[in-house]
């Protein structure tokens, strides 16, 4: 067994197609149908099931994949490592992060990280929470900023606290003209937005036994923050959200200051790669300085 095989069977499961893979690979496709058919060989069994659309993994190949990933990312870290001792700082990094960790913080920590780590590539996708989830269970990411409450479950490296806070239109006031109390909500409409929809303002509300009268969903902040500065409601948002509204909007504190604690969880802590741990030193100066 390779690892040469190994790699080309990941780029096949991954592109879903022998030609696609060729492509990235720079192989040609009988090469690749080589590789794949060498692996099912001593294996002994099929990993691919061919159609129209290209090629789908079999049952006996998805039970092997999770291995054969934990393989090529055990090598692309020794290989890091090697880089390293030798003064090489290159390798690659994959992080997921919510829009507004993307926006406030990760564009200037990404511009820094390059200048200091010309040599490590930075891949990183941008999606709410549940993608965030999924992306770390499948082996997608290395790392991703999430929240407490989203990582319970799992190893989770805390950053920062972002308080909720709640935005109004410029004509509301709450009772005591200084924060929102939760009397100050009940009845309200409440506008949320996917990145804030089931851990931050709804179990805010939970928790404090408040029902809003309407909720309206939305996809973008620009969409939320143009709702609220029309008086169609309010929103109960991270601190780091609000940062992007400036005008036509009052943002109140909330009283008892509840929070979100945003930090970093990895898909699998015991194989940290040093391109990732060289980030997420990157990321923690960042955050301290703030």
Known sequence: MSLYSYKVFLEVV????????????????????????????????SL??????????????????????????????????VNIINNYDVGAVRIGLFSSVASNWFIKILHDFKENNPGVDVIFQQGDYADIITWLKNGDVDMAFTTDELAKDTNFLPLREDPLICVTSEEYVPSD??????????????IINKECEQYDAKSYLKENGIHADAYYETVTHQTLFAMVREGMGICLI?????????????????????????????????????????????????????
């Not at 003209?177 to 409440?190: C, E, F, N, V, Y």
């Open 14 to 45: 991954d592109s879903g197609s022998f030609v696609k893979a060729s492509e990235k690979l720079n192989l040609s496709p009988s090469a690749v149908s080589h590789a794949v058919k060498s692996l099912e060989n001593e294996f002994g069994f």
């Open 48 to 81: 691919f099931s061919r159609n129209r659309a290209g090629a789908s993994v079999t049952s006996s190949g998805e039970r092997v994949l999770p291995y054969i990933r934990s393989l090529i990312k055990i090598q692309n870290n020794l290989e890091q490592e």
């Open 177 to 190: 003209g200084k924060q929102m109390a939760p009397s100050d909500l009940k009845g309200s409409s409440l």
């Open 238 to 290: 991270p601190e780091l959200v609000a940062n992007v509204a400036r005008e036509g909007v009052r943002k109140y504190p909330i009283k008892g200051r509840p929070s979100r604690i945003i930090g970093l969880t990895y898909s699998d802590p015991d194989t940290i790669s040093p391109a990732a741990k060289l980030l997420t030193e990157a990321i923690k100066k960042y955050v301290d300085q703030l």
